[in-house]
T-cell receptor, first 114, second 114 residues
Framework: DSGVTQTPKHLITATGQRVTLRCSPRSGDLSVYWYQQSLDQGLQFLIQYYNGEERAKGNILERFSAQQFPDLHSELNLSSLELGDSALYFC?????????????FGPGTRLLVL | AQSVAQPEDQVNVAEGNPLTVKCTYSVSGNPYLFWYVQYPNRGLQFLLKYITGDNLVKGSYGFEAEFNKSQTSFHLKKPSALVSDSALYFCAVRDNDRDDKIIFGKGTRLHILP
């Protein structure tokens, strides 16, 4: 158990809908990362937050957005969902923002868009 | 642009034999390099990282990796493979001098044959 929690574990929705994925980092970790894993695209870095501020941005679509709240949990919002958004979404947390820190991953949220 | 290549989709090794999973990278600045493992139906786990210093990095579960700047490689190795090492392995690079994006290789599936 990494100490990172993600909810929900599974999510089934329809095209065009909007969903919110939630991540709670390990106690004391200030950085949260979001990743997408799909058969087509492989593992992709989406975005990183550090202590509430956006720190680094990867291949995150404009239809997707994220934020980190004062209690350090983070949410990833996916809107206007398409079939291709079906994937496993991971979050990870780490202590520092320096870039070389060890990340601890949550179990993921499996999203299926029908 | 930064990139990571894992040239082998799959590697088969007999139990007890040494294993190598290859990774080469391309970044414009100084790289931070990582290896992660994903066991079936489970999330990602950190194995090891290279930030600076000694080129030989030791990590979890007896794995190690050697940073080779001239060959821009960061191959993952283990002296004696276990059946339990069978999993999907990802190499990742972060260019800390530029945009802090994290790029993953497409993954290598390691099969350890009993």
């Amino acid at each position: 158990d990494s100490g990172v929690t993600q909810t929900p574990k599974h999510l089934i929705t329809a095209t065009g809908q909007r969903v919110t994925l939630r991540c709670s980092p390990r106690s004391g970790d200030l950085s949260v990362y979001w990743y997408q894993q799909s058969l087509d695209q492989g593992l992709q870095f989406l975005i990183q937050y550090y202590n509430g501020e956006e720190r680094a941005k990867g291949n995150i679509l404009e239809r997707f957005s994220a934020q980190q709240f004062p209690d350090l949990h983070s949410e990833l919002n996916l809107s206007s969902l398409e079939l291709g958004d079906s994937a496993l979404y991971f979050c990870a947390s780490s202590v520092e923002v320096a870039g070389g820190e060890t990340q601890y991953f949550g179990p993921g949220t499996r999203l299926l868009v029908l | 642009a930064q990139s990571v290549a894992q040239p082998e989709d799959q590697v088969n090794v007999a139990e007890g034999n040494p294993l190598t999973v290859k990774c080469t990278y391309s970044v414009s600045g100084n790289p931070y390099l990582f290896w992660y493992v994903q066991y079936p139906n489970r999330g990602l786990q950190f194995l090891l990282k290279y930030i600076t210093g000694d080129n030989l990095v030791k990590g979890s579960y007896g794995f190690e990796a050697e940073f080779n700047k001239s060959q821009t490689s960061f191959h993952l190795k283990k002296p004696s493979a276990l059946v339990s090492d069978s999993a999907l392995y990802f190499c990742a690079v972060r260019d800390n001098d530029r945009d802090d994006k994290i790029i993953f290789g497409k993954g290598t599936r390691l099969h350890i044959l009993p």
